[in-house]
């Protein structure tokens, strides 16, 4: 995992992303900048890993994150995959390479996409 940088560094006056969002793994882009907003809401994300993994939903580790940038159309995102339902969530993996969860859906709620910070790096 990178080290995390200023969130003065990554979020605008307007609570919008300043950095293109991309995949740790593959580097492949998955926000434009400006298309994201900051959000505080602590989520739980199982551990990274390959997408058919994480959709048995099996596995309870991961981590409680808090720090995500929100996204209220799924087309916003350049390049984002879903995991099968898990529950009532899909979790967001890169497109590319399949790692993730790098963010988090409910189905209750069509409009809200979560992207952890932590889980994606920034250019």
Partial sequence: MEPAEPLNDLVSAEGRNRKAVLCQRCGSRVLQPGTALFSRRQLFLPSMRKKPALADGSNPDGDLLQEHWL?????????????????????????????????????????????????????
């Fill in 71 to 123: 996204v209220d159309d799924m087309f916003i995102f350049e390049n984002v995959g879903f995991t099968k339902d898990v529950g009532n969530i899909k979790f967001l993996v890169c497109a590319d390479c399949e790692i993730g969860p790098i963010g988090w859906h409910c189905l209750d709620d069509k409009n809200s996409f979560y992207v952890a910070l932590e889980r994606v790096s920034h250019e």
